[in-house]
C-alpha cells in the first residue's frame, strides 16, 4: 500500500509539473507573436494621464501661510516659516518647503489649498544623488516644469493604458485614437437608453 500510494503521488506530481509547464509555456508563446513595447527612456518618455500627481507647484505671492496643507498632509510634511506682521495684521510667509524624498503625493495639500497656491504638474524625473537634494524650497517648487509634448530632443509617447484595445505598440499612433474601453459618458448614454427603453415597455402594460 504505501508503495503505491508513492507512486500515485509521484505521478500527481508529474502530471502538476507538466500543466504548470504548459501554462508557462502557452504565455511565452502569447507573447512571442506582439511588437516590443519598450521605451526608449530618455529619448522616448511616456505622456502622463490627465490626472498624474507629480512634482508640487507652489506660487510663493498666493500663499497667506494658513497651514492648512500641514493640517491635511498625512504626515505634515510642508514646511511652513512664518511670522505675523503686526502693521499689516496678518501673517508674513518667510520660506515654504517640502521633502519629496518623504512625500506620497496625495495632493491633499493641493485639494484643500483655499488660494489655489499649490498645484500638481507632470514632474516626475526627481532622482537625486543625495535624499537632501529632494528637499525643495519655494524657489524649486516655483520652477515651472517643461512638458514632453514640448521637448524637441524627446519623442512623445501616449500612455500603454490609453492605447486602443488590440494596439500595445505606441509608436506612430494616430492622434486622436480611441482608448481602450469606452469613456464615462458613453457607458451614461447607454444607461440611459436601457433605461427608457423600459419604461417605454412598461407603459403598454400598465395601459391593459
Known sequence: MTFLKRVSEYVGDAVNAA?????????VFDHMGRRPVAVQYPFEKLIP???????????????IACEICVRVCPIDLPVVDWAFNPELKKKELYS????????IFCANCVEFCPTNCLSVTEDYELAAYDRHDLNYHQAAMGRLPSKVTEDP??????EFAYLPKGVIDPHELPAGSQRAGRRPEEI???????KAAKEKEAKPAAAE
Open 188 to 194: 451614461l448614454a447607454e444607461m440611459r437608453a436601457a
Open 96 to 103: 515654504y518647503s517640502i521633502d519629496f524624498g518623504v512625500c
Open 19 to 27: 500543466k504548470y509547464i504548459g501554462q508557462g509555456m502557452g504565455v
Open 49 to 63: 494621464s490627465e490626472r498624474f500627481r507629480g512634482r508640487i507647484h507652489f506660487e510663493f505671492d498666493k500663499c
Open 153 to 158: 530632443m524627446v519623442t512623445p509617447l501616449r
